[in-house]
């Protein structure tokens, strides 16, 4: 009996709470919400993500705010688990108020927050999940970057057109919605291009054998393997797949781009080619000059994530000021109308589909360095 | 040809890291009854002891002395935790119901993951290599160092095991707490020490497994030991709880049966087959492959 007492006490307690924080930002500040993996297997992507958009706003602080308003960034860590993601992305709207949220780099992790932030009717702007599910959530999800039909439809043509190969492999994480979409789109271009996938292998993120999958694949003698996998994986199954005597070169995604894939890799990655959302070697001004910025306040080169959360941010915040509010709606409506936005990855226009158009840029990892190898516009490659 | 043999190889280098493992949960069954939940984190702490004291070595070039340093480095680490745990965790309820000690195993297990997340940090590291690197080629087969040093390690190490099982007096000993605790104390055999010492082995061949496959991934993280520490438990199952040999025979079949799924089948069945085979062998023989029915007797 007496427990129960006590029982009713805490739930009466923890209700309070949440009523008392219900309460939207002091009128003072826009409170903004940011969900990324700070931690676990995809921390990079987390990390750059948030210093990227911390930078955005502090810029945009320092030159006055967004309608008279400081903005503040609230961010939430998922650890690297999708089914996380929605925890932290219902307490970030239900408890602490916010008015737009931010986030994620992987689809899974997005697909898992956006039917969240559509239900509540907060906008939701993914700087970085390629996979095209994630914005037909509904209407109030957005993205600033291209989507999975595009990059891999890239890389095929970069493999076909570019490298001349006629025989890939393709290794995928069968747990990413990410890396089966680029797997399904990379292989129908690729086919189309005149080219063969010799042999199709698959993985779990998590994994760290992967010898049985290599072995399989190296028996197949392709010219080339597509791994469109996260860093902390794509760095162990290179390194084994050059233990086991597969010398070609590897061909990856956006989900290459860590610092952590070199340290993981090493000179096993030397040669391995992968698709990005824009590249460091960009003479823009722009460009550079946020290259510049990131590394004096970071201490390091931004990656494709920080670059693209830095223009999601700027995006989101250049909205609140055109709609005059941040009432849900009209705040979807002034980011679906984003049009010619000068963003350091490229000019952002919001199509009809909520999804960014812009080019797409193939890297060479060259001793620890990515260089620039090729641009790829959106109208090079027919869908 | 050739594929399939490496792929034996893979199995195989694969299926001793579990056997390694598993050796640890039959053994500390064997003495407690006890399902040690938390030995697949022993593991994964074994892996990071290799880690920062190959750190501390990586001035020199890699060699075999270095290597062998930190393995033994690593299991001498592990086994002292191993003993901790036993001594701070397990003996206080020891005399308690089989379910409180199964509970307290998971609360360590949780705890380690927990404290290993905070102190080592919870983002993946790079292992660095320890040995000088040589391939050797068999026709098409490939066979790394590394592997050979697996399935070399894992035997000797598994050799002298039974070596100090079945022919040393703390072996003997052990074999006779294992067959009734009671009993063994009557004898005038320190019950407690034993538990320790069993403790501590079990502790060091898990630790002496981190090191193995860090050294082949070659990548450690903090909750690196769940899967690993899953397998190994039902390779051990598999051969018969309670059974050294059956242990080594479970965890081999386990590795093999994995890789050839994933290289003929698809890896997506991986797991589905493992728990497979268990569930068909406990259906079939509910003591496990080598195990002895204990009859109860009332």
Not at chain 2, 49 to 55: F, P
Not at chain 2, 110 to 137: C, H, M, Y
Request: net charge positive; charged share 15%; glycine share 10%.
């Amino acid at each position: 009996m007496r427990f129960r007492v006590l029982a009713a006490v805490c739930m009466a307690a923890v209700l309070a709470v949440n009523v008392s924080c219900g309460s939207k930002g002091s009128q003072k500040e826009i409170l903004i919400g940011e969900y990324g993996s700070l931690t676990g297997g995809i921390a990079t992507f987390g990390i750059s993500t948030k210093n990227g958009s911390e930078l955005a706003f502090q810029e945009i602080n320092a030159k006055g705010g967004v309608l008279g308003k400081q903005i503040k960034l609230l961010v939430e860590d998922d650890q690297s688990k999708p089914e996380e993601a929605g925890t932290v992305v219902t307490k970030l709207i239900n408890q602490n108020g916010v008015s737009a949220v931010l986030g994620h780099v992987a689809s899974s992790h997005s697909l898992a927050a956006a039917p969240i932030c559509q239900s509540n009717q907060i906008p939701m702007i993914s700087p970085s999940s390629t996979n095209p599910r994630v914005t037909q959530v509904g209407n109030y999800i957005f993205r600033v970057c291209f989507i999975d039909p595009f990059q891999g439809a890239v890389m095929a043509k970069f493999a076909a057109d570019t490298l001349k190969f006629k025989k890939v492999a393709i290794l995928v994480d069968v747990r990413s919605d990410y890396s089966v979409g680029l797997q399904t789109f990379f292989r129908q271009q690729f086919r189309q291009l005149g080219g063969e996938v010799v042999v199709e292998q698959s993985y779990s993120q998590g994994d760290s054998d992967f010898r049985a999958q290599l072995t399989a694949i190296k028996a197949a003698n392709p010219e080339a393997v597509y791994l469109p996998g996260y860093y902390t994986e794509v760095g162990t199954i290179v390194h084994q797949a050059r233990e086991l005597g597969i010398t070609v070169p590897f061909l990856g995604g956006d989900g290459w781009d860590s610092p952590k894939l070199w340290e993981i890799g090493g000179a096993a990655m030397n040669g391995c080619y992968f698709s990005n959302h824009y590249s460091t070697d960009d003479p823009n001004p722009a460009v550079q000059k946020f290259v510049a910025d990131y590394k004096a306040k970071y201490g390091q080169v931004p990656d494709a994530l920080a670059a693209l959360a830095y223009d999601a941010a700027r995006v989101l915040a250049a909205a609140i000021e055109k709609a005059g509010s941040t009432d849900g709606a009209k705040l979807r409506d002034a980011i679906g109308a984003t049009k010619d936005f000068p963003g350091v990855t490229g000019t952002i226009s919001i199509n009809a589909d909520r999804n960014a158009v812009k080019p797409a840029v193939i890297l060479k990892v060259e001793n620890g360095k990515y260089l620039l190898v090729e641009t790829i516009k959106p109208e090079a490659v027919k869908l | 040809m050739t594929t399939f043999l490496q792929q034996l190889v893979n199995g195989l280098s694969l299926g001793s890291i579990y056997a390694l493992i598993a050796l640890g949960y039959t053994m500390v069954y064997g003495v407690l009854r006890l399902i040690n939940f938390a030995h697949g984190d022993v593991y994964m702490v074994g892996a990071y002891v290799g880690y920062y004291l190959s750190r501390l070595l990586q001035r020199k070039e890699p060699s075999l002395a270095s290597a062998l340093l930190v393995m033994l480095g690593s299991m001498i680490a592990c086994a002292l935790l191993g003993v901790l745990i036993e001594r701070l965790a397990y003996r206080p309820v020891r005399k308690e119901a089989r379910l409180t000690l199964l509970i307290t195993a998971i609360g360590v297990s949780l705890f380690i993951e927990n404290v290993a997340q905070l102190v080592f940090g919870p983002d993946p590291k790079f292992f660095p290599s320890l040995a000088p690197r040589t391939d050797f080629r068999f026709g098409g087969m490939r066979l790394t160092s590394e592997q050979i040093t697996v399935i070399a390690v894992s035997l000797l190490l598994m050799v002298l095991l039974r070596f100090f099982i079945m022919k040393t007096r703390t072996g003997k000993a052990m074999r006779a707490v294992s067959f009734s605790l009671d009993a063994a104390k009557l004898m005038g055999i320190s019950t407690d020490w034993i538990i320790s010492v069993t403790f501590a082995l079990g502790s060091a061949l898990a630790a002496s497994g981190g090191v193995l496959i860090a050294m082949q991934i070659p990548k450690v993280d903090p909750l690196m030991g769940i899967p690993y520490g899953l397998k190994a438990f039902v390779a051990a199952v598999l051969g018969g709880i309670g059974s050294v040999p059956g242990a080594v025979l479970g965890g081999l079949l386990i590795g093999t049966s994995e890789v050839m799924v994933v290289g003929y089948l698809s890896s997506t069945y991986r797991d589905a087959i493992a728990f497979g085979i268990l569930i068909l062998v406990l259906i079939l023989r509910p003591q496990g492959l080598l195990g002895r029915v204990h009859k109860e007797k009332v």
